[in-house]
């Protein structure tokens, strides 16, 4: 079920600028900014900060190789 809510007309423009495209709902973008709010979960954290060691030990592969290698031309 839906329902509108109002808000500014300040804000109302903020949203318009942040759209992608103009075809993009408000719902979408508002849930897009909700996300980027939540915490992160434990495992993401973990996550991340084993992607940070492996980097910093040069554990990296070059895009170019990648593509190289997988015979590829993006």
Do not use: C, F, P
């Amino acid at each position: 079920m839906g329902t509108t809510i109002q808000v500014s007309n300040e804000l109302l423009e903020r949203l318009k600028v942040m759209k992608i495209s103009n075809n993009e709902s408000y719902e979408s973008l508002i849930w897009d900014l909700v996300e980027d709010s939540m915490e992160l979960s434990e495992e993401t954290k973990r996550n991340i900060a084993q992607s940070e060691k492996e980097i910093r030990k040069g554990k990296v592969h070059k895009w170019e190789d990648i593509k190289k290698d997988l015979k590829i031309n993006v």
